[in-house]
T-cell receptor, first 111, second 111 residues
Framework: QKEVEQDPGPLSVPEGAIVSLNCTYS??????FMWYRQYSRKGPELLMY????GNKEDGRFTAQVDKSSKYISLFIRDSQPSDSATYLC???????????FGAGTRLAVHP | SQTIHQWPATLVQPVGSPLSLECTVE??????LYWYRQAAGRGLQLLFY??????ISSEVPQNLSASRPQDRQFILSSKKLLLSDSGFYLC??????????FGPGTRLTVL
């Protein structure tokens, strides 16, 4: 079993839709959780960072962490074609900031 | 503000040739530095990390090596490339907090 599982997609939605991206994990030692956005042939860009269970909102993006279920989500409201990218979840438990990444979900938002 | 550079952006090398990829960070001091490899459609695999000059930890045994000759410089090397070394190589830095910030990447093709 992988430490972090993420559905690779692709996920195709119409512009304006609410998008839900998810990751599950098996290691209960993970303490902090991140979402990265990666455009084709570019480096990942940090979108959201959360440390505790619950929700964190930043503009159209909401990150949700449920430590009891070992499940994290990223919601994108009013999705735009510019949101088309691969979204990577990542999580860590300390120790020189070593992160474990999901495989990434490819999202396409069509006009 | 902090900036991370990687070069070259793309590289095509024959099997058995040497490799040197360079990463530099500006605007910070004593960062943690990381080398990742991303295979097509897969997540990021941590190759090496460094918490200081001359301090390198290897995560995956392979024919690659890393060096940190200066505080903000991280180099990935190989004496003889294999076909399996092809991929997208990403350098990242962390300000000793949880987040990691990625460079633009180097796309390596070994023929």
């Amino acid at each position: 079993q992988k430490e972090v599982e993420q559905d690779p997609g692709p996920l195709s939605v119409p512009e304006g839709a609410i998008v839900s991206l998810n990751c599950t994990y098996s290691n209960s030692a993970f303490q902090y959780f991140m979402w990265y956005r990666q455009y084709s042939r570019k480096g990942p860009e940090l979108l959201m960072y959360t440390y505790s269970s619950g929700n964190k909102e930043d503009g159209r993006f909401t990150a949700q962490v449920d430590k009891s279920s070992k499940y994290i989500s990223l919601f994108i409201r009013d999705s735009q074609p510019s949101d088309s990218a691969t979204y990577l979840c990542a999580m860590g438990s300390g120790g020189y900031n070593k992160l474990i990444f999901g495989a990434g979900t490819r999202l396409a938002v069509h006009p | 503000s902090q900036t991370i550079h990687q070069w070259p952006a793309t590289l095509v090398q024959p099997v058995g040739s040497p490799l040197s990829l360079e990463c530099t960070v500006e605007g910070t001091s004593n960062p943690n530095l990381y080398w990742y490899r991303q295979a097509a459609g897969r997540g990021l695999q941590l190759l090496f990390y460094s918490v200081g000059i001359g301090q390198i930890s290897s995560e995956v045994p392979q024919n690659l090596s890393a060096s940190r000759p200066q505080d903000r410089q991280f180099i990935l090397s190989s004496k003889k490339l294999l076909l399996s070394d092809s991929g997208f190589y990403l350098c990242a830095w962390s300000p000793n907090r949880d987040e990691q910030f990625f460079g633009p990447g180097t796309r390596l093709t070994v023929l």
